[in-house]
């Protein structure tokens, strides 16, 4: 059986994201191989690696490159704010430029300055950039044999050996391409190497998109799958775990009995049989300007003022300018609450969204500000901007089973593209298992008016009604229309209609005889 590290056995990376992918970090001593095509970012990996360690956990560190010039390299990292010159001035950093010649002579020497170097700096960290370019090197000018004595197989198990007794943490890079040279060499270092990590680029339509993949790593779990990588102008690598991950923990799903209010509206509450548990998710379905927007502001501003719940407006389709201004037209006061920092607008333009990286800001949001009530005000945005349907559909349930684990009430506006009536309720997978309920808002015409209606079709624990209610939106937001108990027609039962399963039931009537009478309902 394997022994896990633990965590006076770990090295953190330190960059963004990444010790989160492989739960901690790095087992310490090992040999770490980063490979890719050209310009997916193994040197800006192996060139933070080495700088996070120095200045994050005081780990001096070598670099050591083959091609790329140093001048350059110290240049590249001004741009994400990393002085390298003035690490090696202050003798915790050393880069050392060679040809791949010197460099095998030189780990093959008895006596290596390489690594006495390291034994006087102190040095716990080395990346070597472009381990394949190794291959070719030897004494005589020759290309070394793929195994066996004097192979490029041996030459690296030297290397590893010999960082090992200094105890180093090494990282190596390596290039992936289609040449004879570099597949020969790709093979023994994967092989050797403790973990291994992919970093990839590809095109998604007309955007570009970096992944990164955990391929293996020796004596510790990991989170697998691609994952999303980023280069942040200023920063370094971001990189943000795939959303259809398990989550990482084993806790028992959490419950709650209290019940809310859901817009401060008895009649509303009542429809929805007493408001809705803390923790619930709930889906508004209806047609754009029906009022799932307005609902969902004062879901929010419900929970502010009656129960001190911070709440947080994720939108894609809306600027929170726009969101603010709309808000105020009904006399919906959500500027203050924005300001004091009870309420946040969350926007994001759809054209270039990355789902793993999205889900990950609004998950540091969440858990920054301590939300306790989520709207999602359009989800049919996420269905155009996500190009792939199993993306939309893992992004959906991630955000829903991550709601439930922090017991945070959570509203999913979808916009239902029909006017009058609604025959489909669900987005393009099905949602009714997951979301606990269900409310539908409608337009409906009489004569030559247009009203709203609402409906609630499921609510999870609760006894909800099953009637229809017409409800107008003014100053305040959305209120129910009051009944009229004396215009209510007599109840019917439902053998009284035919159809029943049509969108249009008939009501028979059921006297005798041959000439059986059949009139719309509600208009007999």
Not at 217 to 226: A, E, H, I, L, N
Not at 344 to 350: K, L, M, R, V
Request: aromatic residues 6%.
């Amino acid at each position: 059986m394997v022994r896990m590290a633990t965590k006076s056995d770990v090295t953190k990376t330190g960059i963004e994201g990444l010790d989160n992918i492989f739960l901690g970090g790095i087992p310490r001593s090992n040999m770490i191989l980063v490979q890719g095509a050209a310009g997916t970012g193994k040197t800006l990996m192996g060139t933070e690696f080495i700088y996070r360690g120095v200045t994050e956990s005081h780990e001096p560190g070598i670099i050591v490159v083959f091609e790329t010039n140093p001048d350059k390299l110290i240049r590249d990292a001004l741009l994400f704010g990393w002085d390298l010159e003035a690490l090696e001035r202050q003798k915790r950093l050393k880069i050392i430029f060679t040809s791949p010649e010197v460099f095998e002579a030189e780990l093959r020497s008895p006596n290596s300055l390489l690594l006495e170097t390291a034994v006087e700096m102190g040095v716990r960290r080395i990346f070597i950039d472009g381990i394949g370019l190794l291959y070719p090197a030897s004494s005589h000018n020759q290309r070394l044999p793929a195994s066996g004595p004097g192979s490029y197989r041996e030459m690296l198990q030297q290397l590893l050996e010999g960082l090992h007794r200094g105890n180093l943490t090494s990282m190596f890079s390596h290039e992936i391409s289609a040449l004879d040279e570099n597949l020969s060499t790709l093979e023994p270092a994967g092989f050797l190497a403790d973990t291994v990590i992919e970093l990839s680029r590809d095109r998604r339509n007309r955007l570009g998109h970096r992944g990164i993949e955990i391929i293996k790593s020796r004596g510790q779990d990991y989170v697998s799958g691609r994952h999303t990588l980023r280069i942040a102008s200023g920063k370094g690598l971001q990189i943000f775990r795939r959303v259809q991950a398990p989550v990482l923990h084993n806790l028992d799903q959490p419950t709650s009995m209290a019940k809310r209010s859901v817009v401060g509206v008895q009649a509303l509450d009542d429809l929805i049989g007493g408001g809705i548990f803390d923790g619930s998710t709930t889906m508004v379905v209806g047609i754009s300007g029906v009022g799932k927007t307005v609902l969902a502001t004062q879901l929010l501003l419900e929970g502010v003022v009656k129960d001190g719940k911070r709440g947080l407006l994720i939108s894609l389709d809306e600027h929170p300018a726009q969101i603010l201004r709309n808000a105020a037209t009904v006399g919906l006061n959500l500027q203050e609450h924005v300001d004091s920092g009870m309420i946040h607008i969350f926007y994001e333009s759809p054209q270039e969204l990355e789902i793993d990286s999205h889900f990950a800001r609004i998950v540091r949001t969440i858990e920054d500000n301590d939300i306790q009530r989520l709207v999602i005000d359009g989800v049919t945005s996420y269905s155009t901007a996500i190009d792939e349907q199993r993306a939309y559909r893992d992004f959906f349930q991630a955000l829903v089973a991550y709601s439930k684990f922090r017991l945070m009430t959570t509203f999913f506006n979808y916009e239902n593209p029909e006017l009058f009536g609604v025959s489909s309720y669900m987005p393009e997978f099905p949602v009714n298992s997951i979301v606990d309920n269900i409310i539908l808002l409608s337009l409906m015409e009489f004569g030559n008016k247009v009203r709203r209606c609402m409906a609630v079709v499921k609510a999870r624990g609760c006894r909800h009604e099953f009637d229809t209610r017409e409800f107008t939106i003014g100053k305040g937001g959305i209120t129910l229309t009051p009944l009229d108990k004396s215009a209510e027609m007599p109840a019917q039962r439902i053998e009284s209609y035919s159809s029943i399963l049509s969108r249009a039931p008939t009501r028979v009537s059921l006297g005798g005889g041959s000439g059986a009478r059949a009139a719309k309902a509600g208009k007999s």
